[in-house]
């Protein structure tokens, strides 16, 4: 069963006219989003419906990702009637929600509502509203925000504040701006925890600083902090995009003694370099090993295989890999899915690029829409 169904059964009994159950459950199955706004607001007459923040996620996600925005303000806007909203973790969920729906502005305005309703505003609300500027996507106002309301509001950041300043920036490519604020921490009598320097060792990697990011390993290095899987792959990923493949295979193969163990992006990193150097027999070697471990292959995975597959001319193996995305349900971009049809079709494969066709076309997961070329 379901959490979702689950949730409807527990709270069963406390809507009547029609039936709690058929209330809930008709809101989990309901497939037309015009009614699932209406039944959501009709459950949120019950005040044990109205904590369940993770069916209210639900909800606004789905409505969100069909990008109807007007029905996400009409649901969140419907909760303001109720009395939970002069609670402060109540008009957080509602800053948050708008935040991963894009609606900065929305966000902002229960946040500026709050005072008004006599719901207090503490570092709590002030993080949500950054949070939901780096969900929105609108940075520069993360910075304004940043910057204002803290003697505005008489608060203080903490480091949740910090860290969010500082993925916003990353995320913008300042990075610069990045350093500035890791730098205004233990200014302002903070120390950084591992997701100041996860943040920052991913932004600096991930993005050719390789220095800079080599700087913020150092200063970790020089703490208490215990890196993470999350921290070793900032670092493969920035040795192999400096080509320092042996490097990256080296720390990887130290992983284990240091009691962190290896996911699939730590694999994903070295099958990278071994594709980048276009040594096939190499990336082959990790994928097995990849197998053989407890991660599993995703979409990055594959495409980077695929891709190298393809340019050293090896179709038996990216038929393979073809078939076992499908099989793996793994949403590879479909252009990468092509790259095999076409060099099949210059190998004079006709029949097994239409073959591949008709499996991308027909699955149910993903229709590719895949095409065979005219042979040239």
């Not at 509001?153 to 949740?160: E, G, N, R, T, W």
């Not at 042996?246 to 992006?265: C, H, Q, Y």
């Not at 895949?370 to 040239?376: Q, R």
């Amino acid at each position: 069963m379901s959490t979702l169904s689950r949730i409807f059964r527990t709270f069963s009994t406390s809507v009547s006219n029609p039936p709690a159950k058929s209330i809930y459950e008709d809101l989990y199955k309901e497939r037309n989003l015009k009614r699932v706004v209406e039944k959501f607001k009709k459950c949120s007459e019950s005040h044990l419906f109205r904590k369940q923040a993770n069916v209210y996620g639900n909800i606004v996600r789905r409505l969100a990702s069909a990008r109807k925005y007007k029905w996400v303000e009409e649901i969140l806007e419907d909760q303001k009637q109720y009395h939970e909203i002069s609670k402060e973790g109540f008009a957080v969920r509602l800053i948050s929600l708008y935040g991963k729906s894009g609606m900065l502005d929305h966000a902002s305005k229960v946040f500026d509502e709050m005072p008004e309703r006599k719901c207090p505003q503490t570092v709590k609300s002030f993080n949500a509203l950054l949070g939901a500027c780096v969900n929105a996507k609108k940075f520069d106002k993360l910075d304004g925000f940043f910057r204002e309301l803290p003697e505005k509001l008489s608060l203080k950041p903490d480091i949740v504040s910090y860290n969010t300043a500082i993925k916003a920036f990353c995320e913008m490519g300042s990075f610069d701006s990045a350093a500035t604020i890791f730098n205004e921490i233990e200014k302002n009598g903070l120390e950084p925890d591992l997701i100041t320097f996860n943040t920052l060792l991913i932004g600096f990697y991930g993005n050719g600083r390789f220095l800079e990011g080599e700087k913020f390993w150092g200063k970790l290095m020089n703490t208490s902090l215990s890196p993470d899987i999350r921290t070793y792959n900032a670092k493969l990923v920035g040795l192999v995009s400096e080509k320092k493949l042996a490097e990256a295979v080296e720390l990887f193969d130290k992983l284990e003694s240091k009691n962190v163990k290896p996911d699939e992006f730590s694999y994903n990193a070295i099958i990278n370099g071994f594709c980048n150097n276009g040594d096939l027999k190499e990336a082959k070697n990790w994928y097995a090993k990849l197998g053989q471990s407890d991660s599993t292959p995703n979409k990055a995975t594959f495409a980077a295989l695929i891709r190298l597959a393809c340019k050293v001319g090896d179709f038996d193996w990216a038929i393979e890999l073809f078939e076992q995305t499908i099989e793996e349900k793994c949403l590879v971009d479909p252009n990468v899915m092509q790259l095999v049809i076409h060099g099949l079709v210059k190998e004079k494969k006709i029949e097994d690029a239409k073959k591949l066709v008709g499996i991308g076309n027909s699955n149910k997961f993903r229709k590719y829409n895949l095409i065979v070329p005219a042979d040239e």
